[in-house]
């Protein structure tokens, strides 16, 4: 089976999870800088790791509407389907996953300067496992 790819867009660094080869569970790896070696290194995960699908982000304000993240998260969605030829790529929703993921890595005992680094794809993981979740329902 696939492995799916999620992406939590930042302005720094991407938070990056993947999916066992079962598509039901989410799993972090470390977050790709935000710059513009992304995509390359996208490119070369998705190779290595056998990826069928990329979910990207789409945070969105509490109320619904679109903010310059919402934008930026677009631009990258866009750029991943240009790049990425016949893949499929898609956008899932991810209000709340980065407060999620502070909440989480605080019940796993890391300090509140601890989080910076494990933060970003610990939100991938949430975003991913909703989309799988949401996906598996149907």
Known sequence: MARLLGIDPGVARCGIA???????????????AN??????????LIADEGIETV????PVALSGN????TKQADALYRELVDALGGLLVT??????????????LSRAGLKAKQHRDHVDSAAAVIMLQNYVEGHHAD
């Open 91 to 104: 956008q899932w929703d991810e209000r709340l996953t980065t407060f999620e993921a502070h909440r989480s």
């Open 66 to 69: 679109e903010t310059s993240s």
């Open 55 to 58: 979910v990207v982000g789409r």
């Open 35 to 44: 710059d513009e070696t992304l995509i390359t290194s996208l490119q070369q």
């Open 18 to 32: 993947i999916t066992d080869t079962g598509e039901t569970m989410a799993f972090p790896r470390s977050a790709l």
